[in-house]
């Protein structure tokens, strides 16, 4: 099998080609890095020890704080393009009542929680390079979410690695 040398430089001009910053290439260097080594890096199951329990929520005595919303950011993911499904875009655009998709039925669901607490609750999507634009035009309808970088944030893109013999 080919070395990490020899094999890198292919992946650095691909990134670079899509457009991935600097800090995106330097992570996928040093797990490629660690995938060539042949590292053991997977724990196996029989070191996994199951949660015996967890304490009952209502016995917690959490109190109510809905001033805390404020500092607290509703995340979604919605990175799935649906292509296993015949689809070319974000899963999450898939009506599933009349007129409304599972986005419409998230952005609803913000509005309902900033309306019972009477704050500006914020929300992000963590978009895919192939759902963020047809999910922010999905999404213009709704402007109290917010646009652009302030409702979405991207992931990066990685390449595929090749497991016969760790090529692009």
């Known amino acids: ?3 990490m040398d020899t094999l890198w430089p292919a992946y650095q001009e691909k990134m670079e080609k899509e457009g991935c910053n600097a800090a995106a290439i330097a992570a996928f260097k040093y797990n490629y890095g660690v995938l060539v080594s042949g590292a053991d890096v997977m724990i196996p199951e ?3 020890d199951p949660v015996e329990s ?3 929520y209502d016995k917690l005595g959490v109190t109510s704080d809905p001033t805390l919303l404020k500092e607290t950011v509703v995340l979604k993911l919605n990175g799935g393009l649906g292509t296993g499904m015949g689809l070319d875009k974000a899963k999450s655009l ?3 009542s009349t007129g409304n998709s599972f986005l419409d039925l998230i952005a609803k669901q913000v509005a ?3 309306e019972e607490f009477k704050t500006d609750l914020n929300f992000m999507l ?3 390079f192939a759902t963020s634009e047809d999910t922010l035009k999905a999404l213009a309808k709704y402007p109290y979410l917010g646009t652009g970088s302030d409702l979405e944030f991207v992931q990066n893109k990685a390449p595929k690695v090749t497991a016969s013999d760790m090529t692009p």
Do not use: F, I, Q, Y
């Open 54 to 56: 967890l304490p009952d």
């Open 46 to 48: 029989t070191r996994l």
């Open 94 to 96: 898939l009506e599933v």
């Open 1 to 3: 099998m080919a070395s």
């Open 126 to 128: 963590m978009n895919s």
């Open 112 to 114: 309902s929680m900033k």
